[in-house]
């Protein structure tokens, strides 16, 4: 089983459709958790961390379930920009190695 | 500006032949990382270096070597030993490396991509 395991894409919708993305880890230790946005063919950039208790940025919110073991990202109100790769990140005590995701992609369509 | 930056965007390269990626930042970070990825992967981790003339290996250190002589510069070279080196890879620094005050954040270069002819 994979580390970190993330839903398989493409994700396609329309503008102004509201998306979730799951991911899930294998190690019940596992510590800190962050999403990263990649653009096609560009470096990873650090989107948001994800707090035990959810969090939210403007149109987007991480949320995440240890019982589970997974975290979840959900882009409301879809915008032709949020088109990219989605990297689910986690690592397994607070400032170790961080293991990524193959990630998710999304294209929002107009 | 403040940042990470790798050279050559694009290389590439014959069979048999060592190449070397460039990589430095100004960003005072203590920690630089070297990682690959392919098409529908993750990143995967090469080497890593936690502090200036240190460095580990990562989980595909195979067929790679870094050097750390400088705090700004972390270079890595492709040997031919490495089976299949096509490859986007990118360089990442943080501000202090496993163990410390990490918040998770990688600064990420712009990334190499190197082909093998």
């Known amino acids: 089983r994979k580390e970190v395991e993330q839903d398989p894409g493409p994700f396609n919708v329309p503008e102004g459709a509201t998306v979730a993305f799951n991911c899930t880890y294998s190690?019940?230790?596992?510590?800190?958790f962050f999403w990263y946005r990649q653009d096609c063919r560009k470096e990873p950039k650090l989107l948001m961390s994800v707090y035990s208790s959810g969090n939210e940025d403007g149109r987007f919110t991480a949320q995440l379930n240890r019982a589970s073991q997974y975290i979840s990202l959900l882009i409301r109100d879809s915008k032709l920009s949020d088109s990219a790769t989605y990297l689910c990140?986690?690592?397994?005590?607070?400032?170790?190695?961080?293991?990524f995701g193959q990630g998710t992609e999304l294209s929002v369509k107009p | 500006d403040g940042g990470i930056t790798q050279s050559p965007k694009y290389l590439f390269r014959k069979e048999g032949q060592n190449v070397t990626l460039s990589c430095e930042q100004n960003l005072n970070h203590d920690a630089m990382y070297w990682y690959r990825q392919d098409p529908g992967q993750g990143l995967r981790l090469i080497y890593y270096?936690?502090?200036?003339?240190?460095?580990q290996k990562g989980d595909i250190a195979e067929g790679y070597s870094v050097s750390r002589e400088k705090k700004e510069s972390f270079p890595l070279t492709v040997t031919s030993a490495q089976k299949n080196p096509t490859a986007f890879y990118l360089c990442?620094?943080?501000?202090?490396?496993?163990?410390?005050?990490?918040?998770?954040?990688?600064?990420f270069g712009e990334g190499s991509r190197l082909t093998v002819l």
């Open positions: 190690n019940s230790a596992s510590q800190s």
């Open positions: 270096s936690q502090i200036v003339n240190d460095f």
């Open positions: 990442a620094s943080s501000p202090t490396g496993w163990g410390g005050s990490n918040t998770g954040e990688l600064f």
């Open positions: 990140v986690v690592n397994l005590a607070m400032g170790g190695k961080l293991i």
